[in-house]
């Protein structure tokens, strides 16, 4: 019994590997707006619209952990499991943030969301309650972003992290990172597990928008 149950397991995170793969094939993959109202050589501020995403929450030290055992959950309430039996589309990026909390990586615990297309965003269907997931409903917010490559790390992301912290200490937006924020930082992740190269992921750090007016701003672009 054990042994099938081991079989499922597996078959179930190489359906999750290949849905990741389609970040990569497909060019039609839904993402959240947001414009460019800053950019600095290494790093951009976004203003992103509210939208709805799907949450997981996670208790584990390991940030690749858990980002793979949130995401088997999502996996599952978009390929059905939902009380609408519906199927979602792939959608970009997967999105981890860190809780702040205790650990060797400043972290037990995260939050793995999944961003759902236009089509379900007022009326998202509800997971099945065995897989513990929640909408959430992000506001409109600003974040600070900075893109790197290769693979998103337990051994190189608060690095990364660390590299946004220090530019924005360098830059006009300095006064401005969100000190009421749930989450010390998100990475977001936009590749396949397949692509060696070109990969693209971005660290996000949150930008209090009550103090929007003394940072530098200036519209840049919509996507």
């Known amino acids: 019994m054990l042994l099938g149950e081991e079989i499922e397991g597996r078959k179930m995170l190489m359906k999750v590997v290949s849905l990741l793969c389609l970040l990569v094939l497909s060019n039609a993959i839904e993402s959240p707006k947001y414009e460019v109202v800053h950019s600095e050589s290494d790093f951009d501020v976004r203003l992103y619209a509210e939208s709805t995403w799907m949450s997981a929450s996670v208790r584990e030290l390991s940030f690749e952990k858990a980002t793979l055992f ?17 199927r979602i589309p792939m959608t970009s990026p ?8 205790a ?34 409903v992000w506001g409109s917010h600003y974040v600070a ?23 924005l200490r360098r830059s006009p937006w300095a006064n401005c990172t969100a000190s009421d924020s749930a989450y010390a930082y998100s990475i977001a992740q936009y590749s396949s597990p397949f692509q060696f190269f070109g990969r693209v992921n971005e660290v996000w750090v949150d930008v209090d928008a009550s103090g929007i007016e003394n940072c530098t701003t200036g519209k840049i672009a919509t996507y």
């Open 70 to 86: 949130g995401f088997h959950r999502l996996f599952q309430f978009i390929e059905g499991a939902n009380l609408n039996y519906s």
């Open 94 to 101: 997967v999105v981890t943030s860190i809780v702040p909390g």
């Open 103 to 136: 650990g060797p990586l400043h972290s037990s615990a995260y939050v793995v969301r999944f961003y759902l297309p236009v089509r379900f965003q007022a009326d998202p269907p509800t997971p099945l309650p065995e897989l513990h997931l929640k909408p959430y």
């Open 145 to 167: 972003v900075r893109k790197f490559s290769g693979y998103a790390k337990d051994e190189n992301i608060v690095h990364e992290a660390e590299q946004l912290a220090s530019s």
